[in-house]
């Protein structure tokens, strides 16, 4: 099934941070033709090996050594300066889908200011997040929940995955990029459906009046 921009009019696709990036990686070698994708983050040389077309350094001075969120909220902060380049990105798109990990710096700082962003352009707006896994900190899974609340004021529709589910079900030993591979396809079948439900509610907007 090739699903394109055609059928539901100029969809953005927008990984934030690191998680969210490699998902937009993985997506651009699917069968998800002719959408945009636009990649953010905060470390330059991890946004330079991004698959994406469209590119955004943000708050490139809050690069850290470790990128981990004890400074979440001073980039939710200075990514309010890069407003502007975030808004000529989003600016006319009909659909805009924010894909990031929870609990990281980035993904947990700026995706709810990217949502609030194209909320302002009447965009639907969409968010699919990844939690944190259960063997990370207690600090990183709060700062995730609190991550959450925020983006779900910003969103339409915000979808969650919980990464210790999926977990659960791949088998024992089984090597790590192919998780992953796993966990980024449970994004591309969310994305898909998400896609296929607004395309026939735009359809059957006459009986919604």
Known sequence: MNIEMNQVKRTIIVGVGG??????????????????????HTDEKALAKSKASK??????????????????SMVKKDSIKDRNSI????????TIIIISGMGGRTGTGASPI????????KAFT???????????????????KKGVVELQKMTDALFIINNNILIKKIKKNI??????EYINSIFYETIINILFLHEHIIKNDKYLK
């Open 19 to 40: 998680c969210g990036i490699n998902v937009l990686d993985y997506l651009i070698g699917t069968e998800l033709k002719n959408f945009e994708y636009l990649a953010i």
């Open 55 to 72: 590119k955004l350094l943000i708050s490139s001075s809050m690069i850290t050594d470790t990128g981990i969120c004890e400074n979440s």
């Open 87 to 94: 808004a000529k990105n989003l600016k006319k798109a009909d």
């Open 114 to 121: 990217i949502a609030q962003i194209s909320q302002k352009y």
């Open 126 to 144: 969409v968010g699919i997040i990844a939690m944190p896994f259960s063997f990370e900190s207690s600090f990183i899974d709060n700062v995730a």
């Open 175 to 180: 090597r790590i990029n192919i998780a992953m």
